[in-house]
């Protein structure tokens, strides 16, 4: 991990790049906005992505991320949010929600990068 007094990750992250598709869901489910984005980072209960659009922290997105040509179905919380530059916004998004099997996919693909990185 890190040994900055300011992070507050408890989970190892990993270097990932992947598009995903998202829908921003207003409280009551409906959805409000969609997009397209990137990961950053990876980690067991969340992602950090990059995207042209800011968010409010709490929203709630739905999230399709490409795996390794396998689509992963997920709704996550905006944590945090904030400008890279004029163009991009990274947003840290924890996740709530996964089918069994989506996160059976996400956990193995998470478990063979860690376990490729600790080589």
């Not at 890279?84 to 996400?106: P, Q």
């Amino acid at each position: 991990m890190h040994d900055d007094l300011f992070e507050r990750r408890r989970e190892q992250r990993l270097s990932s790049l992947h598009l995903l598709e998202y829908d921003i869901l207003s409280p009551d489910g409906h959805v409000e906005g969609m997009g397209m984005a990137r990961t950053v980072n990876i980690s067991d209960t969340g992602l950090l992505l990059e995207t042209g659009q800011f968010f409010d922290a709490g929203q709630r997105l739905r999230i399709t991320l490409c795996l390794d040509n396998t689509l992963v179905k997920l709704v996550g919380k905006v944590v945090h949010s904030q400008p890279v530059n004029d163009e991009l916004c990274s947003t840290g998004v924890m996740f709530l929600e996964f089918s069994d099997a989506d996160s059976r996919i996400y956990q193995s693909f998470y478990d063979q990068m860690r376990a490729a990185t600790d080589l």
